[in-house]
């Protein structure tokens, strides 16, 4: 699987863990938030796409002095600093009263996401070869989405069930705290060059001279905008439109999950052993938007009545070549001395989608509806990334 050949199995087994908490802790608290229990459903609707918008752009604002202070100090102090945050983030929210305070708690989640990320994919990236990039890559992203439909999906259905929201977030906040202290238990440092702290506008001035970013940013920014469309609103699609149970949800989940785990680990395998990356960040796009499409456009009864539940795993699978192959890419644009501001380029794409996903999604449903409003914009923003695929140049190393 590249991690005993990369001579630092314990290092990345341990990211990838702490990466999954740590997602699963946040999208616990968008599933609570997002219901009607939580506040008297004081955040349901806009509420939720106003979280979910403070939470990447306070992420933006800070994603540079994180990755480039990565680079001076070292990733491990970062990282353990950014479950604590986050720990924090999720505890406060069970004790919060008031809508104005999850907005405020919002942007403290911003903060510990911008600390984590920039140096967990620093430190995989230090870890990696040109042999296992694609998989070591693979993994992390695999350990955000699970953590991504674990906490959103286990969430839902612990809620559908009947648990009190405040000891679902504060369960998130013993899960991160517990990673915290992991994290500087366990982990190793991996910083491999000191690096001058950057400014976020020499950041973006860096990103803009880059042609290989411009190029990536029509494909990176409309999937990530899927990703906030789907999270912030499944749950009132379940709610409004779907007489769903909560084993259907356990099942629709675990078949999703375990095809979308498959299709990372094959296909990033893959990619690294052909060296390239664009064939799978398109394969994988394609299956990505018929996915969400399914999910968002066709009625959920109708997966069992009229046969088509197994395109799900099918898609799952397909849509697991994206992200091995599209974290590799951006790895391999980077160089070793300044890899956490790169990694801070991969939070920026990540924070500008998940501002413009939730709004625009909220945006279509008020005027069309499922259908064709929220059905069109999946459609758009799909079509959108593909075309951008098609200007992406080939940067993997070639196989000797």
């Not at 991996?190 to 940013?217: F, P």
């Not at 009625?299 to 992200?323: H, K, Q, T």
Request: aromatic share 10%; hydrophobic share 55%; charged share 10%.
């Amino acid at each position: 699987m590249g991690l005993r050949k990369s001579g630092h199995a314990l290092t990345l087994i341990m990211l990838y863990l702490v990466t999954l908490i740590m997602r699963a802790a946040f999208y616990v608290t968008i599933a609570v938030i997002s219901s009607g229990v939580y506040m008297g459903g004081a955040l349901a609707g806009w509420g939720v796409a106003v979280v979910l918008a403070i939470y990447p752009i306070t992420e933006l604002s800070t994603v540079s002095f994180f990755g480039s202070y990565s680079d001076k100090i070292g990733r491990k102090p970062i990282l353990a600093a950014s479950l604590f945050i986050t720990a924090a983030a999720a505890f406060l929210f069970g004790i919060a009263t008031i809508e104005i305070l999850a907005f405020i708690l919002a942007g403290l989640f911003g903060i510990g996401a911008a600390s984590k990320v920039t140096t967990t994919l620093s430190m995989i990236a230090d870890c990696s070869t040109e042999e296992n990039r694609a998989r070591l890559m693979g993994y992390y992203d695999l350990s955000t989405l699970m953590g991504l439909a674990g906490g959103f999906g286990l969430g839902i259905i612990l809620l559908e069930l009947g648990l009190a929201p405040f000891l679902l977030l504060f369960a998130a906040a013993g899960a991160c705290a517990v990673s915290g202290i992991l994290t500087l238990l366990l982990i190793k440092e991996t910083r491999i060059v000191s690096h001058e702290e950057v400014s976020m506008m020499e950041l973006l001035r860096e990103v803009a001279g880059d042609k290989n970013v411009q190029k990536m940013l029509p494909v990176y920014i409309p999937i990530i905008s899927l990703y906030g469309l789907v999270i912030s609103k499944t749950k009132h699609i379940v709610e409004e439109y779907f007489d769903i149970t909560a084993m259907d949800l356990l099942i629709l989940f675990a078949m999703l999950g375990v095809s979308l785990v498959l299709g990372i680990i094959v296909m990033g395998h893959l990619s690294d052993h052909i060296r390239k990356r664009r064939p799978f960040i398109v394969f994988g796009l394609i299956g990505f938007g018929a996915l969400a499409y399914m999910l968002v456009g066709v009625p959920f009864d109708s997966f069992w009545i009229n046969g088509l539940w197994p395109l799900l795993p099918i898609l799952g699978f397909i849509s697991g070549a994206f992200p091995p192959a599209a974290m590799a890419y951006l790895t391999d644009i980077s160089s070793a001395e300044s890899r956490g501001s790169t990694m801070g380029v991969y939070s920026i794409f990540f924070g500008s989608g998940m501002i413009i996903g939730p709004l625009a999604s909220e945006f279509a449903y008020s005027v069309g509806g499922l259908f064709p409003g929220l059905a069109l914009l999946v459609i758009a923003l799909i079509g959108i990334a593909c075309i951008g695929t098609f200007f992406l140049e080939e940067v993997a190393p070639k196989v000797e």
